[in-house]
């Protein structure tokens, strides 16, 4: 029953969101509101402006280094388990996962800024 009255009483408030959100804001478009936003100023170079691949390649490399460390987290408590030698090896498995993509990282230069 719980589960029920929790199911309609999330689907009433997802859909009491939704309305709201769909009659709430004002849809008078005019010329102003809907052209592009000029300051009046003439720009002082280029938009387009050539992006680094280093930046790119090093914060790729945080990134699926911080998602590999976010897998750890739950450790403590997978440590509750019955099947502790698996979350064991698991847990070893990442550990070594992540200190060869480090050295493998670092054998590339592929961490070093300046060439």
């Not at 009659?23 to 936003?37: C, D, F, I, R, V």
């Not at 938009?47 to 691949?53: G, I, K, N, Q, T």
């Not at 790729?60 to 976010?70: H, N, P, R, V």
Request: proline share 5%.
């Amino acid at each position: 029953m719980n589960f029920i009255l929790t199911l309609i009483i999330n689907t009433l408030l997802a859909s009491l969101l939704v309305t709201i959100a769909f009659w709430l804001p004002q849809t008078n478009m005019y010329a102003e509101k809907s052209s592009p936003y000029e300051c009046g100023f003439d720009p002082m170079g280029s938009a387009r402006l050539p992006f680094s691949m280093k930046f790119f390649l090093v914060a790729i490399t945080f990134l699926l280094f911080d998602l590999e460390i976010a897998l750890l987290l739950p450790l403590p408590w997978a440590s509750q388990t019955d099947k502790l030698m698996i979350m064991l090896f698991m847990s070893l498995f990442l550990i070594s996962l992540l200190i060869i993509s480090l050295a493998y990282e670092w054998i590339q230069k592929g961490l070093e800024w300046s060439e």
